[in-house]
Structure formats: C-alpha cells, structure tokens
C-alpha cells in the first residue's frame, strides 16, 4: 500500500490488481468527488484497460457520484468492470473483506 505522494502511477502499469482509494468530498449529501491531489494522481496512471481494479472510498453519510467520477478520471476499457468498496470508519465490513478477497483471487 502506498499513498499518492510516495507512489509512482507509472508502477501500476506492472501491477497484477490496483486498488485505489480516496476519501470521498462533496456537499455530504450530493456532488461527491475525489479531491484535487487524487485526481492529479489518476491522471497520470497508465492505461488499466484490462486490468484489475477496485475503487475504495471513505465518507460520512452519502458516496453518492463519487465512484463514477472516480472512474471518469481513469483510463478503462468501455464496458471495464470495477470493484467498489466504501467504509464510513476506515474499516471493511465483514461481507466487504470476503468480497475483495475472491477479487484478488479471480
Ligand atoms: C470538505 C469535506 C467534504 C466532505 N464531503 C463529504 C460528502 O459529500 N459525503 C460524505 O459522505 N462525506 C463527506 N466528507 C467526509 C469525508 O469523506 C471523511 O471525513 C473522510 O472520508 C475521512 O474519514 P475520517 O474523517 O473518518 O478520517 C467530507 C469531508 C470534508 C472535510
């Protein structure tokens, strides 16, 4: 695991699965987004087309838009299928830890 700063977006090129994570920002209840520096980061990733990916956010009351704004900022097949996990305390529920791991079993 590694954070936006230290990563470098060319690595993901080489990566099996990339599971990416940003703290969700809106107004609480509509126009969630990732932040300025995650989406300067998401830019800069190669192209995941075919790869494997999940997107994971943390939030406090709604997700709302921010998974598909997530992806508006990835470069990803048409009809590329993506994980998503959220969590409201930095945790994975128990029903999300067993869902990720047959992900990363797939
Ligand atoms: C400026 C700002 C906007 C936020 N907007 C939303 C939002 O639209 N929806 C939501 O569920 N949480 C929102 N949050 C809560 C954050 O997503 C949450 O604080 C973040 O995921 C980190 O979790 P933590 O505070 O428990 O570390 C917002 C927080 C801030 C500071």
Known sequence: MQNIYDAHPA?????????LGAWC????????????????FAKRLPDLSG???????????????????????L???????LEIFKSKNGSLSEEDRKRLLEWIKS
């Open 11 to 19: 690595d993901a090129g080489e990566a099996d699965l990339i599971l």
């Open 25 to 40: 920002h809106g107004l609480f209840i509509l126009l969630q987004h990732p932040d300025k520096p995650w989406v300067a």
């Open 51 to 73: 790869k494997k990916v999940a997107l994971f956010t943390t939030y406090k009351l709604a997700t709302g838009s921010m998974f598909k704004k997530m992806r508006k900022h």
């Open 75 to 81: 470069k990803l097949g048409e009809n590329q299928s």
